[in-house]
């Protein structure tokens, strides 16, 4: 359930026309919905209110300022990849007992900042970054609250570009060297083991592989008990998926009954890290068709979005369902919707049916509220799009669109 509506033949974002969103602001423009955000956060949390349990939302699906500040005001923490994420969840006013450092390459400078905001706990996932962090704990007279983020090899059944909880992918410590490693975070000074960690994947549409990946952890969680450590903090990760097109994943409350049953007479918080299933359906890009031809074919449709606005599509051949933002009751066709940029994979739809488009008609990429701005680029010196948040009947420019000038801002002069 989201609030982008067609209402007589028109779309709208909430009470706002899109089509009025288009003019004011220019394409390719991201439209999200607070309305969309907020009961998408609700519903998430609130399935898990039968335990303690802290909501991370992960900022790599959504970073923008005014995205984690409503969600932060609902009561999110943050779930942080880099340093650059780390900043954002400051500058945002989120509390640093209420992040979490994921990632499986942390550099050092990026540590350093997380142990001075004294974050709630990194999530290590090598030997090498425990050391690191123990000595830099040492330098900064702190300690590090840490888990290990374990890789439970349990296949989440998604795509494999976005499996991470299998042996073979780079993600997380081996199930049979985390003890191993646990002995030595607990030994080694500046750090203490507090938790323990994974993610096992996203865009998961079945409560079974987390269930799989919580009975692993539980199992480890009894031996490390016995080992002295008092682990209080269980980080199922991210993952939970969306509907795209025709996905029918849980709802978040099926997610939530069954994790709390499985843990519903243990001592420990739960820490969740969503991205995609808050994000995610509460926005979408808009673009406006540049031109329409055809051969043998094939038609295309050449729209002013492209890859570096909305990765997605070429990077894991995802589908995003498109409409028009006015209906414009032409003959269906079928249709490739494409972008400006010289590369053939820079494509938003292949053979897609759709009303015939013409050009200047604007059209909607719906599901583009996550992993959308946030993997845009300036490929091909495009300026990215600017941001928009609809809040009922009002709008709000929450990020511009980049001009000439921030192409070149970090540029040496010629
Ligand atoms: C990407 C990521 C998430 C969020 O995943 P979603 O599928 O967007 O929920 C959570 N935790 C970690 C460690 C991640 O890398």
């Known amino acids: ?35 969309t955000l907020t009961r998408h956060f609700q519903a ?77 706990m990194f999530n290590v996932e090598s030997a090498q970054e425990l050391e690191t962090l123990s000595r830099l704990a040492g330098e900064m007279n702190t300690t590090a609250r840490i888990s290990l983020r374990i890789n439970p090899d349990v296949d989440p059944k998604t795509h494999p570009y976005i499996s991470t909880g299998l042996k073979k992918n ?46 692993r952890l539980m199992a480890l969680r009894s031996q490390l008990v016995d080992m002295g450590l008092n682990i209080k903090y269980l980080d199922i990760g991210g993952g939970l998926g969306i509907t795209y097109g025709e996905e029918e994943p849980p709802h978040p409350s099926e997610l939530g009954q069954a994790l709390s049953h499985a843990l519903q007479n243990e001592d420990l918080t739960l820490i969740l890290e969503p991205g995609r299933v808050i994000a995610g359906n509460a926005g979408i890009l808009v673009s406006r068709v540049l031109a329409c031809k055809s051969t043998d074919d094939k038609n295309f449709a050449v729209v002013d979005a492209a890859m570096n606005d909305l990765l997605r599509p070429s990077l894991y051949s995802a589908y995003h369902r498109i409409a028009e933002v006015r209906a414009n009751r032409r003959p269906e066709q079928t249709v490739d919707v494409v972008g400006p940029i010289c590369e053939t994979g820079d494509f938003l739809a292949k053979d897609r049916i759709l009303p015939g488009l013409q050009a200047d008609d604007l059209i909607a990429v719906f599901s583009a509220g996550a992993y959308g701005f946030t993997m845009s680029s300036q490929y091909n010196s495009r300026p990215r799009a600017a941001e928009v948040l609809v809040d009922k009947d009002r709008a709000r420019l929450i990020r511009h669109r980049e001009t000439f000038a921030d192409l070149l801002r970090l540029e040496e002069n010629v």
């Open 1 to 35: 359930m989201h609030h982008f509506q067609e209402r007589n033949g028109e779309l709208w974002a909430e009470e706002v026309r899109v089509a009025d969103l288009a003019r004011e602001y220019g394409t390719p423009l991201y439209v999200y919905s607070t309305a």
């Open 170 to 215: 780079k993600f997380g410590i081996q199930m049979s060297h985390a003890l191993e490693l646990y002995a030595r975070a607990r030994d080694l000074p500046g750090i203490e083991p507090v938790g323990i960690d994974c993610h096992i994947g996203s865009q998961l549409t079945q409560v079974s592989p987390f269930l799989d990946a919580l009975d």
């Open 44 to 120: 998430f949390d609130s399935a898990f209110s039968q335990l303690p349990h802290l909501t991370c939302f992960s900022l790599k699906s959504n970073s923008n300022l005014h995205v984690l500040k409503l969600l932060k005001e609902l009561g999110a923490g943050a779930d942080i990849v880099s340093g650059g994420e780390l900043h954002r969840a400051l500058m945002a006013g989120m509390d640093p007992k209420q992040i979490v450092f994921s990632g499986v390459g942390k550099q050092e400078f990026e540590m350093q900042a997380a142990l001075a905001a004294d974050i709630l």
